[in-house]
């Protein structure tokens, strides 16, 4: 067995620590970004991805496969993803580190597996984590500037670093969104703040840290509304006078609805504003697609809440990227959370009875943890929309890249997951497509029509378009079905529903949530 071979083979043991993993860049704030909103009527041309870090959250679909997950992200230009390490899970008595060799020790696990992959990391160490302290348990009582609280985190930094001599990072965040745990105790961010101070000068000043980790940046991840909205404002900007880089979880959501998409260029100028010089890094950044279609969702079960849609989703993505360029001066990393939505089981859990995550019986909280991924998790998972529209971004800017090199041989068989993204383009009744760019020109990818190729039902084929109907015929879809303009397109006036302008015929735009003007249902999207 090869090297590569071995440490690919460590990799599989991620799946027993899942539960935990899960928690990688988990906001559950629904607080969102205030009243900042802001059009962007004059985009401006892509801008080359330069020194910016593209990362994710791997989350992995109903199939347990943490490495089709990571080919995932890879294939559609990721550099990096998130790790947290919670500190309690790993000093369990005092002084008393778990094991190198634990089964669940995860920095021995990601120090043997992905430098071979050639992924970087950004690593929460986390003592607090959104509502919950995540301290071992005798110090549970004590504040964060104790100073028996200090040398306890910096001992564990200590044995932390020594785990993961081979690892490349991108930044380590001393606790994830403690601001909403804190809220607007001026005495618990000061007791934080010392904590904060130590921890970086410990990382910067430790001879064996700094000789592994020479231009390491530090800092401490805040949720967006408190970096930008008082009184918690003025309070984060104390802490991070302390901090390398400003670190932030970004999700745009108002009383439990998510914000029109171009909110999100207000927000970034909000932030680099306050911030002028100073490197961001945007630790979390996501946007629910809420219960976007039956085909994925029990919509007799559950009721769309969020306000949101697959086509919002979609939007975000779109305007983030234009954001992004925007700010790419000081902007440096970006991890978007989740890659695949999780099972509905770790959304209620996450929801109901989490400690550092639940809000018990809000609705619009369990939808946005349901929903968050870019793609969906049943089976193999799909691309959503908005996952198609990163890939576009991402190939724009020069991130993403091919996943099997030209001329090779392509190792899967017809009608796995991946087949037609990398073995394609796809011929004539080739599949599993997830997308019309995935099959030969004049071809389009239509969900589920597997049975009729020799696949399981479940398999989306490239067939012949004649408008998206299947070699000529009626179109199998209904108007107002979540693909009818994708598959059945382009439509007319009236028409839905539609995910994007292109879906529209020549001179019509895709307008959200507009159906029920039309005979639609209220998150159908219609071409006008």
């Avoid at 607090?128 to 995540?134: C, E, G, K, M, N």
């Avoid at 790419?328 to 695949?340: G, S």
């Amino acid at each position: 067995m090869s090297g590569h071979r071995i440490h690919r083979s460590i990799a599989w043991r991620l799946v027993a620590i899942l539960p935990r993993a899960w928690r990688v860049g988990l906001v559950l704030t629904l607080v969102g970004s205030g009243a900042l909103w802001a059009q962007n009527p004059h985009p401006q041309p892509v801008r080359a991805r330069g020194d910016r870090v593209l990362s994710f959250s791997i989350t992995e679909a109903a199939d347990n496969d943490f490495g089709a997950a990571l080919d995932q992200a890879r294939a559609a230009g990721a550099q990096a993803l998130s790790m947290s390490i919670d500190w309690s899970d790993f000093e369990r008595a005092p002084g008393v580190f778990l094991p190198a060799d634990d089964p669940e020790n995860f920095l021995t696990i990601a120090n043997a597996f992905f430098p071979a992959d050639g992924i970087k990391v950004a690593l929460f160490f986390r003592p607090v984590v959104t509502l919950a302290r995540s301290v071992p348990a005798d110090l549970a009582d004590l504040p964060f500037d104790d100073p028996e609280m200090i040398a306890r985190f910096l001992a564990f930094l200590d044995y932390a670093f020594a785990r993961i001599p081979d690892l490349a990072l991108t930044s380590v965040a001393i606790g994830s969104e403690f601001d909403v745990r804190f809220g607007a105790d001026a005495g618990a961010w000061r007791a934080y703040t010392r904590f904060v101070r130590a921890s970086v000068q410990h990382i910067h000043q430790d001879p064996r840290i700094r000789a592994r980790f020479p231009s390491l940046l530090v800092g401490a991840e805040i949720t967006f509304p408190s970096l930008v909205e008082s009184p918690q404002r003025e309070l984060a900007l104390t802490l991070n006078q302390e901090t390398d880089v400003v670190m932030v979880s970004y999700y745009p959501l108002a009383a439990g609805r998510v914000q029109n998409p171009t909110v999100v260029h207000a927000d970034f100028a909000a932030l680099a504003s306050l911030y002028p010089a100073r490197p961001i890094h945007f630790m979390q950044i996501g946007y629910p697609s809420g219960y976007f279609s039956p085909d994925f969702y029990d919509l007799e079960r559950l009721t769309p809440v969020l306000g949101s849609s697959e086509g919002k989703q979609r939007r975000f993505i779109r305007e983030v990227f234009r954001a992004w360029d925007d700010h790419a001066a000081q902007v440096k990393l970006m991890t978007f959370t989740w890659l695949t939505d999780i099972s509905p089981e770790a959304a209620s859990h996450f929801a109901n009875d989490d400690p550092a995550f639940s809000v018990p019986g809000d609705a619009s909280h369990l939808e946005f943890l349901a929903t968050l991924g870019l793609r969906t998790h049943a089976g193999t998972g799909k691309d959503k929309a908005a996952m198609r529209q990163l890939r576009r971004e991402t190939a724009a800017r020069g991130w993403s890249r091919a996943t099997r090199p030209p001329g090779t041989p392509c190792a899967l068989p017809p009608g796995h997951p991946r087949f037609c993204q990398e073995c394609g383009p796809c011929a004539d009744g080739a599949g599993d497509c997830d997308r019309d760019s995935e099959c030969a020109p004049g071809l389009a990818c239509i969900d589920n029509v597997g049975r009729q190729f020799g696949f399981a039902p479940g398999i989306d084929v490239c067939v012949a378009s004649s408008g998206g109907d299947m070699g000529g015929g009626a179109c199998p879809l209904p108007p107002g079905h979540p693909h009818f303009c994708r598959d059945c397109g382009p439509c007319a006036a009236d028409q839905g529903d539609c995910d994007r302008d292109s879906e529209c015929a020549p001179g019509l735009t895709c307008v959200d949530d507009i159906g029920p003007a039309f005979g639609f249902g209220p998150r159908v999207d219609v071409c006008r």
